[in-house]
């Protein structure tokens, strides 16, 4: 007897790429409905404290990394000031968020190369920002498509994750992911596709134990059955504004505003999913639907 993950992938083994290709807007319509405020979560005023934000939330959050810069860009505003840091000073400040002392190398010698081949100012092409150290095609186009509204996919770990499990790649590797992806959805639309994918993978598509049954794609994800399956246990599980007795709406980290029947993958109305794997509602079954 096959299990309800198995059943779901198989639905879409014979998907078309024009199938594939309207599923993937499809959840981003309801990504999109589900998350209406989704935003990048590292706190900045400018690129540069984006930038640096972003360096430093490797291998950790972005609550972590929010803990820690407003006191180290009260002591350094700017690309002038990091650069003549001394690597102690910064490994104090930026301690808790882990590595720190690679951190501290990478944030200075960041500030340093800013300084000595873009006047201090962060560049706002891509080819140029990857020549920074430290800086690849993720952290690029996050500041890229937050800070110049240059459209920019962001393939994190939560990115990677789910684009593996809504089966539109079949690889780890970052690069092929971005242009697997870049291929289903219109250019425009990546900055707030990356948005609201990591919100979703934070907030019900866990790495562990993803909330299936209070999950509002379920009826177009082929992993559906790889998390909780029974609503209520399901529910428990919604990390910050979904998460139950979350005090008010825009409390958490993300300060997002998602009304409880936005998260509820089982009565939306974009479809459902009975507990054994079965569709119902609007969704078509093959993913063909537009
Ligand atoms: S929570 Fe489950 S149904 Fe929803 S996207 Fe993740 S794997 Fe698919």
Known sequence: MLSVAEKSRRRFLEETPLGRTRRARKIHRILADTYP?????????????????TVLSA???????????PALFSVYPDADALSAATHEDVEEIIRPTGFYRAKARSIVGLAQAL?????????????????????????????????????GLTIDTHF???????????????????????????RKDWTMLSHRVIWHGRRICHARTPACGACPISALCPSFG??????RKARKLLRFELAEGAESAGKSDGGSRVEP??????????????????????????????
């Open 226 to 231: 790889t998390g909780e399956l029974d609503e």
């Open 261 to 290: 029947t936005k998260a509820d993958g089982l009565t939306t109305e974009h479809g459902s999913r009975s507990a054994d794997g079965s569709a119902n509602g609007d969704a078509r079954t093959n993913g063909e639907d537009a």
């Open 115 to 151: 300084v000595d081949h873009f006047d201090g100012e962060v560049p706002a092409s891509l080819e140029q920002l990857v020549t920074l150290p430290g800086v690849g095609r993720k952290t690029a186009n996050v500041v890229l498509g937050n800070v110049f509204d240059v459209p």
């Open 37 to 53: 405020d989704a935003h990048a979560e590292l706190d900045h005023r400018d690129a540069f404290e984006l930038l640096v934000a």
């Open 160 to 186: 990677a994750r789910l684009a593996r499990r809504f089966l539109w790649t079949d690889t780890d590797n970052v690069d092929r992911i971005e242009k697997d992806v870049a291929a289903l959805v219109p």
């Open 59 to 69: 291998q950790t959050t972005d609550i972590r990394v929010n803990s820690v810069t």
